[in-house]
């Protein structure tokens, strides 16, 4: 069962990368709702640097789950990094989906924008939903 969920969250954040990736080669569709905003401004303005970087992040991230709950060999990352990466990785998506009580996550002040509705309804879901299956993941 481990491998099946472990095999569920790579490939979400493979295709989380994905996405990043065709924001990076100059796609739109989808970018604005994936920046907080007040309503009338971004919060801020990502490069396409900072894109790619978040990209790649992702892509490790997928691997290294897929690598932790033993979808595939363990070839790319060392042995000491199971032990505790995977605790990191789940509290970084878990701290992503309690939010900054500002902007972003479950308890985010602001409200109504076009963010915080795909934030409430899909973004801090999917962070929840994956730091508790890197725990099942990591328990089993």
Do not use: Q
């Not at 979400?12 to 739109?28: N, Q, T």
């Not at 990352?77 to 939010?99: C, E, H, K, Q, T």
């Amino acid at each position: 069962m481990a491998s099946i969920v472990a095999g569920t969250v790579g490939i979400i954040l493979f295709l989380l990368s994905g996405i990043h990736l065709y924001w990076v080669v100059g796609g739109r569709r989808g970018f604005l709702a994936a920046i907080p905003s007040d309503g009338s401004r971004i919060k801020f303005r990502p490069t396409k640097m900072a894109t790619s970087l978040v990209a790649v992040a992702l892509a490790l991230a997928g691997l290294f789950v897929l690598e932790l709950g033993e979808v595939i060999e363990r070839l790319i990352f060392p042995d000491w990094l199971f032990n505790y990466g995977g605790w990191v990785l789940s509290g970084v998506f878990i701290i992503r989906a309690i939010g900054d009580l500002r902007w972003i996550g479950f308890l985010k002040k602001h409200k109504g924008t076009l963010f915080a509705k795909w934030d409430t309804l899909l973004y801090s879901p999917l962070c929840l939903f994956i730091g508790g299956c890197l725990i099942f993941v990591i328990n089993s």
